[in-house]
Structure formats: C-alpha cells, structure tokens
C-alpha cells in the first residue's frame, strides 16, 4: 500500500511531486472558486498567483473539480492541484471524495502532499482513507501493458495543523487499517475466478489475518458431508474445485459483545445449470464480495484491537454446471436439517449463507450480520452504489444503517413484507429458494425472507444486499476505482466499534 505520513510544517515548503490544495465555489454572484484550508493560509505573493491561475483555467470549487497550475513561484512542489469541495458546510464524505479524486488524478507522480481543510480527527481519517483508497491499482495480472498504466503516488504526506497529536496520530492509524482492509477486499474481488477457487480464497484470508490474534478454522468437502452442510455442498457440487467454510474467530481480552458476520462467498457464479446469459458474466467473479469484506473486516478490526468478540463466516463455493451439479427440483438439507428444494440453482447465495446463518447461531452471537452480493434485483431497487439493509429488528437496522452513514457508505432500508413468504412454500420440501409465483417483484426482500426462515426467534440479524455497490462495472470517481471496491467493510468495522462502544 502506498505510504502516509504526517506533516505540520507550511505546505509551501514540504517536499513532493505535487501539492493537492482545496477550493470551494466563491459563492454569491461571483464566480470561480476559493482557497479553502492550509491553502488560505499561504503566503500574499504565492497565494495571489495560485489564485490567478486557477481563476485563468477555470476552477468552479464543485465537487470533482479538478485543476493543475505550475506550482513555480507557489511551493516547493513543481506541481499544484486544486480539487473542489464543493459548497460547504463540507462533510467527511466530500472531503473523502476530494482525497481521493485528488490522489488519481495525480497518478504517474510519485509524492503527494495533501493540504485539505481538516477540522476535526474524523474529517482528517477521511482524507486519509480517500488518498489511499484512491491510490489503488489492480495490476498484478499486467505483463506487457504494465509500463503504459499510470503508477498510483507512492507516498502521501498529509499537511496537519500536529503532526504529533494523539488523536491525528489514531485517526491516521485508523485510517490506514480501514483503507488497507478495503483494499484487501478489492483485490479479492478483482482476482479472476480461475486463480481464486474456494481453497485459495479461503487461504488467503488465513493469510490476512496471519499474526493477528483471529484463530482459523476450514472445513473442506469431507468435514462439510461429515456436519451436514447441504446448502454449501450443493451449491459446489458441479464444480472440479471443492467448497470450503472458513471461521475467523477474533476473541479480544474482556470483551463482553460478541458480532458474527456471514459472507457469501461464490468464487464464480454460472448460475449452475440455470445458467446465466454470457454478457457481463465475467463480473460473477465478484460474487464472493461478501466474503471479501467478511475476511477484510475481520483484518481491520483486530489490528485496530477493538474491544469486542467478531466471528467471521466466509460460505465459498464455485457454482458451475456439470454433470455432477444439482439440478432444479432437488432437496438439499440445509445445516441442522431444514430441506429447501432448489427451483432455481442461480439462487445459490441464499443457499450457502443457510449453512452459514444456522452455525453462527450455535455461536451465540448477539448481532449476526450477512453481506452478500444476493440479487440482480438489489440494483434494480436501489442502483449500483447502493446497499440494501433487512434486518428482523428495528433498531439493528438503524444502527447499521447510522454505521453506513458515518463510514461513508450509501445504504438504505428495506422491509421484509410479510405476503412474500407464502410464495416460497414448497409442494415438496420446507422451503423453495425461489418463488415459482410473484417473480420478479420484491426480489431483494425475497432473498432476505428465506434467509430469515434460518434465524431463530430472538437472535438479532441483518442482511446486506450489495450487489450493486460491491463491483463498479462503470468509470471510477472519487476513492471508488473500477472493478471491486470493497463494499460494506468500512461500515462493517464502524459497526463493530459501536457494539464495542454498546451503542448497538
Ligand atoms: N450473484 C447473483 C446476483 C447478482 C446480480 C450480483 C448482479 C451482482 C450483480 C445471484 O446469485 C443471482 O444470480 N441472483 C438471481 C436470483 C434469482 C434467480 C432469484 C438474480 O438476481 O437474477
Ligand atoms: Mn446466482
Ligand atoms: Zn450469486
């Protein structure tokens, strides 16, 4: 990951290839932008030519605005770049988005120093989580190509008022175990299916968490037929690569809390032998986001030591048609016996996360919280940058809701409409994974009726529907690059420090 350090000298003289400075619009009947930050500080001579230039090229102060002067006669760094705010006041999230629409579009420099308006410790973890997470790049599979991508800045010196004030120096630590937990999930994600089946993705979160205090537990397919995982199984049975389910069990001295996160881990979804159309199907290799950001919060949180019990479940499987895969109309026998008759083997996210869902009870967690890239009807609802959160209690779903919020994260409640549930009764089995009748509406809540018939009366549960916001098929902006980007750790980890705090 890219480096941050921390500086309180004037920005005018601080090392680097460029100097990121903010504007805001002037506002009123003026047009064109202002300094905003360290920036407005500077001194008369220096100040007045960066504000010429900028008005010359055309600076607005809006969000995403983005302008580079020669920093000649301005700072010691050769380069100047003048990002907008956008109109105050200016929350965490803009400043977020300005650091990172700042840092790629500097790549191809080397160091970037960073002079944005930072007022409190929360404000200055944003920027640093945006610079970092808009610092990434996805080339381990480049050989040739390489050379004519643009390398992201490889060091990030943030201008703060003290450099040596305990709570700068937490927000900075925060931020970089958040941002590289993140990041960590968006490799995951960005990794092509062929060189992440189910045991290497399960291997490389043991290898995330290695040296931390977070202790592992795999079953393969043998201890998965042994314990009855029917949900796990079938889905993975039509694959040449076995399923796993992996437990990362963070017990902290003292703490009291105990949160069980469940993430759907499909290494690739075909759709078995429902098979999907092939148009963009290559994004099916995302379909392990929730167990990417399972792994990755789990990272964040023990490195960050917070004071409360997590267990992660990661549910991995690769659904692949074949001739040994499940078909339409099987029974499976979810974990603990419940039988489900699979109407459609393209539901496959709801039947490894019934495995999941029913073992992490047996844990006795207080909150459960399953991340999952579930229906193609999440992104109809709410569009591809948000998540959709259902929970069986009001208050969890307004926590997690509030947790998104502070994260940076858009997320919005959804209902668990009662009349759905009828639509899931089998002829055969217990429960059917998808309704025969009322297709396609309601689809979202739909995936989180059946996940609930899995949760015991009592037990807390919410369920997140990232399939929109987990993969950016689009252009990047902002922190947000092309590709994975790790959806739902930042509000996974702000969730875990709230139960720490017992303000969940
Ligand atoms: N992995 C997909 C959902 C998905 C769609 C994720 C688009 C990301 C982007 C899931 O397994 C799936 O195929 N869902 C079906 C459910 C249907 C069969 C009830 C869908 O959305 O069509
Ligand atoms: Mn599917
Ligand atoms: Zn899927």
Same mark, same amino acid.
């Given at each position: 990951m890219?480096?941050?350090a921390?500086?309180?000298? +004037?920005?005018?003289t601080?090392a680097?290839d #460029?100097l990121?400075?903010a504007?805001? @619009?002037a506002?009123?009947?003026?047009?064109g932008?202002?300094?905003?930050?360290?920036?407005?500080?500077?001194?008369?001579?220096p100040?007045r030519?960066l $504000?010429?230039a900028?008005?010359a090229?055309?600076?607005?102060?809006?969000a995403?605005?983005?302008?580079?002067?020669p920093?000649?006669?301005?700072s010691?760094? @050769?380069?100047?770049?003048a990002?907008?705010?956008?109109?105050g006041p200016? %929350?965490?999230e803009?400043?977020?988005?300005a650091?990172?629409? =700042?840092?790629r579009s500097?790549?191809?420099?080397k160091?970037a120093?960073?002079?944005?308006?930072?007022?409190?410790?929360?404000g200055l973890?944003a920027?640093?989580?945006?610079?970092l997470?808009?610092?990434?790049s996805f080339?381990s599979?480049?050989?040739?190509?390489?050379?004519a991508?643009k390398?992201?800045?490889?060091?990030?010196?943030?201008?703060v008022?003290d450099?040596?004030?305990a709570?700068?120096?937490?927000?900075?630590?925060?931020?970089?175990a958040?941002?590289?937990?993140?990041?960590?999930a968006r490799?995951?994600? *960005?990794?092509?299916?062929?060189?992440l089946p189910?045991a290497?993705?399960?291997?490389?979160?043991a290898d995330?968490?290695?040296?931390?205090?977070?202790e592992v $537990? #795999?079953l393969?397919e043998?201890?998965l037929?042994?314990g009855?995982?029917?949900?796990i199984?079938g889905?993975g049975k039509g694959?040449?690569?076995?399923?796993?389910l992996?437990?990362?069990a963070?017990r902290?001295e003292?703490?009291?809390?105990?949160?069980?996160l469940?993430?759907k881990?499909?290494?690739f979804?075909?759709?078995g032998i429902s098979i999907k @159309?092939?148009l *963009?199907?290559h $994004?099916?290799k995302g379909d392990?986001?929730?167990a990417a950001?399972?792994?990755?919060?789990v990272v964040?949180? =023990?490195?960050?030591?917070l004071?409360? %019990?997590v267990?992660?479940?990661?549910?991995?499987?690769? %659904?692949?048609?074949?001739?040994?895969a499940?078909?339409?109309?099987?029974?499976?026998?979810?974990y603990?016996?419940?039988?489900?008759?699979?109407? +459609?083997?393209d539901?496959?996210?709801?039947?490894?996360?019934?495995?999941?869902?029913?073992?992490?009870?047996e844990?006795?967690?207080?909150v459960?919280?399953d991340i999952?890239?579930?229906?193609g009807?999440a992104?109809v =609802?709410?569009g591809?940058?948000t998540?959709?959160?259902m929970?069986?209690?009001?208050?969890?779903?307004?926590?997690?809701?509030?947790?998104?919020?502070?994260?940076g994260?858009a997320a919005?409640p959804?209902?668990?409409p009662?009349?759905?549930r =009828? *639509?899931?009764?089998?002829s055969?089995a217990?429960?059917? %994974?998808?309704?025969l009748v009322g297709r396609?509406h309601?689809?979202?809540?739909t995936?989180?009726?059946?996940l609930?018939?899995?949760?015991?009366d009592?037990?807390?549960?919410?369920?997140? +529907?990232?399939?929109?916001?987990?993969?950016n098929?689009?252009?990047p902006h902002?922190y947000? @690059?092309?590709?994975?980007t790790g959806?739902?750790?930042?509000t996974?980890v702000?969730l875990? $420090?709230?139960?720490?705090?017992g303000?969940?």
């Amino acid at each position: 990951m890219t480096t941050l350090a921390l500086n309180s000298a +004037d920005i005018a003289t601080i090392a680097g290839d #460029v100097l990121v400075v903010a504007t805001v @619009p002037a506002g009123g009947r003026k047009k064109g932008a202002v300094l905003a930050g360290p920036a407005a500080g500077l001194k008369a001579a220096p100040k007045r030519k960066l $504000e010429e230039a900028l008005a010359a090229l055309g600076a607005t102060g809006k969000a995403g605005d983005v302008v580079r002067v020669p920093g000649a006669g301005i700072s010691a760094a @050769p380069v100047v770049v003048a990002v907008g705010l956008g109109a105050g006041p200016w %929350n965490d999230e803009a400043l977020r988005r300005a650091a990172g629409n =700042a840092v790629r579009s500097v790549a191809g420099s080397k160091r970037a120093v960073l002079a944005l308006p930072v007022e409190t410790a929360a404000g200055l973890d944003a920027v640093a989580q945006g610079a970092l997470l808009g610092a990434y790049s996805f080339d381990s599979f480049r050989v040739d190509s390489k050379a004519a991508q643009k390398a992201p800045v490889t060091r990030i010196t943030l201008a703060v008022a003290d450099a040596k004030d305990a709570s700068t120096v937490a927000a900075v630590a925060r931020a970089k175990a958040i941002a590289g937990a993140v990041i960590l999930a968006r490799d995951l994600v *960005n990794t092509p299916a062929g060189d992440l089946p189910p045991a290497a993705l399960v291997a490389a979160a043991a290898d995330a968490v290695d040296g931390l205090s977070v202790e592992v $537990e #795999v079953l393969d397919e043998k201890a998965l037929a042994a314990g009855g995982y029917g949900g796990i199984l079938g889905v993975g049975k039509g694959s040449a690569n076995p399923p796993r389910l992996a437990r990362l069990a963070y017990r902290p001295e003292g703490a009291t809390a105990h949160l069980a996160l469940v993430g759907k881990g499909i290494t690739f979804d075909t759709g078995g032998i429902s098979i999907k @159309p092939s148009l *963009n199907m290559h $994004e099916m290799k995302g379909d392990m986001g929730g167990a990417a950001a399972t792994a990755a919060a789990v990272v964040a949180i =023990a490195k960050l030591g917070l004071p409360v %019990n997590v267990t992660g479940y990661l549910c991995v499987a690769e %659904n692949m048609p074949s001739g040994k895969a499940q078909r339409p109309g099987d029974v499976i026998r979810a974990y603990g016996g419940k039988t489900v008759e699979v109407m +459609d083997t393209d539901a496959e996210g709801r039947l490894v996360l019934m495995d999941g869902l029913v073992r992490a009870q047996e844990d006795k967690p207080d909150v459960i919280v399953d991340i999952a890239t579930l229906t193609g009807a999440a992104v109809v =609802a709410l569009g591809s940058r948000t998540f959709g959160i259902m929970s069986n209690d009001d208050d969890l779903r307004e926590a997690v809701h509030d947790a998104s919020k502070r994260a940076g994260e858009a997320a919005w409640p959804m209902p668990f409409p009662e009349e759905l549930r =009828a *639509n899931l009764d089998s002829s055969v089995a217990d429960i059917m %994974n998808i309704p025969l009748v009322g297709r396609p509406h309601g689809g979202m809540m739909t995936g989180g009726i059946f996940l609930a018939e899995f949760i015991k009366d009592g037990q807390r549960w919410a369920h997140l +529907d990232i399939a929109g916001p987990s993969y950016n098929a689009g252009g990047p902006h902002g922190y947000t @690059p092309k590709g994975g980007t790790g959806a739902a750790v930042r509000t996974l980890v702000q969730l875990a $420090e709230d139960i720490a705090d017992g303000a969940v």
